[in-house]
């Protein structure tokens, strides 16, 4: 495995992270110590996106290990089931903005998420979190017109493959949740990179169609970095 510490997860942000998996949540975060042996930033997000797809491979591992030990699996292998593979060499990044982080899901000015409506007749549709789901406040998310294509953070966080389960009001929560705990509510100044995802089978599954990402987040005040992983289909 890479060289970067994994920094520890507070009571409130692992709280967090149960709640989200219990939603229905796709995101993977992993946080890991800033090091200052390596001087170059684009160097430690770059390590910070391979240390996170190491750590999810070991807990796959365990997770299938453990499976292993069922009755009616003892005769199988652990080559028989999913194993990720991964291909440094194959990994590319840049530098982004925070707006182009976000996507268009989520209003930079206003600091308020745009959410898909949950009533009947605006299913489809696409409201200011908030407002009251009428024809009259149906807004459009800024190039984000191709349909079943997730673009940024704040729509991969809040609108899954089957729907993160909750009202508006309870997504609306969680995600700013999250920003406090780990992006200082998008107040703080941030370093942020996005990486390909050809590197590992990891993020095959979202290549079908609903969307494959890695991104990596550095509060500059702190002392950890925040990798931000996600892949899933239907």
Same mark, same amino acid.
């Given at each position: 495995?890479?060289?970067?510490?994994?920094?520890?997860?507070?009571?409130?942000?692992?709280?967090?992270?149960?709640?989200?998996?219990?939603?229905?949540?796709?995101?993977?975060?992993?946080?890991?110590?800033?090091?200052?042996?390596?001087?170059?930033?684009?160097?430690?997000?770059?390590?910070?996106?391979?240390?996170?797809?190491? !750590?999810?491979?070991?807990?796959?591992?365990?997770?299938?290990?453990?499976?292993?030990?069922?009755?009616?699996?003892?005769?199988?292998?652990?080559?028989?089931?999913?194993?990720?593979?991964?291909?440094?060499?194959?990994?590319?990044?840049?530098?982004?903005?925070?707006?182009?982080?976000?996507?268009?899901?989520?209003?930079?000015?206003?600091?308020?998420?745009?959410?898909?409506?949950?009533?009947?007749?605006?299913?489809?549709?696409?409201?200011?979190?908030?407002?009251?789901?009428?024809?009259?406040?149906?807004?459009?998310?800024?190039?984000?017109?191709?349909?079943?294509?997730?673009?940024?953070?704040?729509?991969?966080?809040?609108?899954?493959?089957?729907?993160?389960?909750?009202?508006?009001?309870?997504?609306?929560?969680?995600?700013?949740?999250? !920003?406090?705990?780990?992006?200082?509510?998008?107040?703080?100044?941030?370093?942020?990179?996005?990486?390909?995802?050809?590197?590992?089978?990891?993020?095959?599954?979202?290549?079908?169609?609903?969307?494959?990402?890695?991104?990596?987040?550095?509060?500059?005040?702190?002392?950890?970095?925040?990798?931000?992983?996600?892949?899933?289909?239907?």
């Amino acid at each position: 495995m890479s060289g970067l510490k994994r920094y520890p997860e507070s009571p409130r942000l692992e709280s967090l992270l149960k709640i989200y998996e219990a939603s229905g949540g796709v995101i993977n975060f992993a946080l890991f110590e800033r090091d200052d042996a390596i001087p170059e930033e684009i160097e430690l997000h770059r390590q910070a996106a391979i240390c996170a797809v190491e !750590a999810f491979a070991l807990w796959t591992d365990r997770d299938f290990e453990q499976l292993l030990q069922a009755e009616e699996h003892k005769h199988r292998r652990r080559e028989e089931f999913f194993c990720v593979t991964i291909q440094p060499e194959l990994l590319s990044g840049r530098k982004i903005t925070l707006s182009e982080f976000l996507g268009p899901c989520y209003d930079i000015e206003s600091r308020r998420l745009i959410l898909r409506g949950q009533t009947v007749n605006h299913l489809n549709h696409y409201f200011y979190s908030g407002d009251e789901e009428r024809f009259q406040n149906i807004v459009t998310p800024p190039d984000n017109e191709t349909e079943f294509v997730t673009s940024g953070y704040a729509q991969a966080f809040c609108e899954t493959v089957h729907g993160l389960r909750g009202t508006n009001k309870h997504i609306n929560a969680l995600f700013f949740a999250f !920003a406090d705990e780990l992006f200082g509510g998008f107040r703080r100044s941030l370093n942020i990179y996005q990486w390909s995802t050809n590197w590992s089978n990891y993020f095959d599954d979202g290549h079908e169609w609903w969307g494959s990402f890695c991104w990596t987040v550095e509060p500059e005040d702190a002392n950890y970095i925040v990798s931000v992983l996600a892949s899933t289909t239907d």
